[in-house]
């Protein structure tokens, strides 16, 4: 059956078979007799390419639309991203020697270039454009940098100067983390407890005076689920920000 909050989820609820559906490409958690099940309907239904089991006494590595899948022997598993994105966007900005920085942003300030509040043009601004269109999709897997790519994403219709040089600092961020993964290893049953973790940028729009949420949800030490959004209304104080993250946090864990 297809889950509610979920069109491209799918439940059995006789094998216990979860599965998530991309195009024509399956990802299926689910025990070891059920997954061999599973295997056999659908290469009796369906023109198969390729099918991947993986764990304890099958594969240890496979890949889910160009993610690495790793299983780390009693352990569990990892989630890898793809790198090709980072290492992709070094090239064409000229950053494929660079040396990696120790964050994804870093605070304004100190001397600046003259004309860093120059808009940019042509073919700089179309560079700027798909840099950052990539760096939006590859955040998707790396929630460490979403608050730096939203900052990106804001002038994305009027690039200047000084976005180039942060959308360059969080490309050679990401150089020197092409290893960060999510590790999903083995841990006692935390039972129904969800935690929600949550912080704020008070005022961070300079033109809106709006904040920031950013945050994700744990399950045990498996995150669930990450966010960072701008906020709705303006905080007029940094605790009515951190309110407002706190309950997306917790709008989450529901």
């Known amino acids: 059956c297809r889950l509610k909050g979920c069109a491209r989820a799918f439940w059995h609820p006789i094998r216990l078979i979860l599965s998530v559906m991309h195009g024509d490409d399956f990802f299926s958690a689910a025990q070891r007799a059920q997954q061999k099940w599973l295997k ?9 390419k390729k099918f991947s089991l993986l764990g304890e006494g099958e594969e240890s590595e496979t890949t889910f639309l160009n993610r690495r899948l790793v299983y780390v022997p009693k352990l569990g598993f990892e989630y890898h991203p793809d790198t090709r994105h980072p290492l992709a966007a070094a090239r064409n900005l000229g950053l494929a020697e660079a040396k990696p920085v120790a964050a994804p942003a870093a605070k304004d300030g100190g001397t600046k270039l003259g004309d860093c509040l120059d808009e940019l043009e042509g073919e ?3 560079l ?20 730096a790519v939203r900052r990106l994403a804001i002038f994305l219709s009027a690039p200047r100067r000084l976005d180039m040089l942060r959308l360059k600092h969080l490309v050679k961020y990401l150089l020197g983390t092409l290893e960060y993964c999510w590790c999903f290893y083995y841990q006692e049953n935390p039972g129904v407890v969800v935690v929600g973790i949550s912080d704020s940028d008070w005022a961070e729009d300079p033109r809106t005076r709006k904040s920031v949420s950013s945050g994700y949800i744990t399950w045990g030490r498996h995150v669930l689920e990450h966010f960072c959004s701008g906020q709705q209304v303006v905080a007029l104080s940094s605790a009515e920000a951190e309110f407002n993250a706190a309950v997306t946090a917790f709008l989450g864990e529901l």
């Open 40 to 48: 056999g309907f659908l290469y009796r239904t369906f023109k198969v």
């Open 124 to 126: 700089e601004k179309a």
């Open 128 to 147: 700027y454009a798909a840099e950052t269109g990539r760096m939006i999709y590859y955040s998707l897997d790396r929630y460490d940098i979403q608050y």
